[in-house]
């Protein structure tokens, strides 16, 4: 669980829109010579933990998970549930939540699952894998590159 801070500048206002740091994920992962994405290099506010959200999730269980009372929860998390094609992004530092957006699914699919615990930010370099999807775009995939393997940073 982490803790909600009342007053977060960096989220995004529009209640059903892909955020900021999910739009410069998509332009990173979206160039067709891309082979690699470092979340960390797309942010510019603190943050050691990364948390992600599925469609369908309720604005109740995200204001669970933040230990947040509806009524502050309500200000951050402006959509009863988490639309089709868009997962939430959460981001903290030290349990803290600093930002959290919706994050459209055309702009890159994470292939990691999480879990309650998180993502270190030392994990959060992703290898971009470009497949066909079905309506003939491209759809790029995110997968976790061990820290070993991705080298110093």
């Known amino acids: 669980?982490?803790?909600?801070i009342g007053a977060l500048a960096g989220c995004n206002l529009a209640p059903n829109s892909a955020g900021?740091?999910?739009?410069?994920?998509?332009?990173v992962a979206n160039e067709p010579s891309?082979?690699?994405?470092?979340?960390?290099?797309l942010t510019s506010f603190g943050w050691d933990r990364l948390y992600l959200?599925?469609?369908?999730?309720?604005?109740?269980?995200?204001?669970?998970?933040?230990?947040?009372n509806r009524n502050l929860c309500d200000r951050v998390v402006r959509y009863e549930s988490v639309p089709a094609a868009h997962m939430a992004i959460l981001f903290a530092l030290d349990g803290r939540l600093t930002h959290i957006e919706l994050h459209a699914l055309a702009?890159?699919?994470?292939?990691?699952?999480?879990?309650?615990?998180g993502l270190p930010r030392s994990d959060?370099?992703?290898?971009?894998?470009?497949?066909?999807?079905?309506?003939?775009a491209s759809v790029a995939?995110?997968?976790?590159?061990?820290?070993?393997?991705?080298g110093p940073r």
């Open 1 to 4: 669980m982490l803790l909600f």
């Open 20 to 27: 900021q740091i999910s739009e410069r994920i998509g332009e």
């Open 34 to 41: 891309s082979k690699e994405l470092d979340l960390g290099r």
């Open 53 to 68: 959200f599925k469609a369908g999730t309720t604005r109740e269980a995200i204001c669970r998970f933040l230990s947040a």
């Open 107 to 117: 702009n890159g699919e994470f292939d990691v699952d999480p879990g309650p615990e």
């Open 124 to 136: 959060c370099v992703f290898r971009i894998r470009h497949a066909a999807s079905t309506g003939e």
């Open 141 to 150: 995939h995110l997968e976790p590159i061990p820290v070993a393997a991705s």
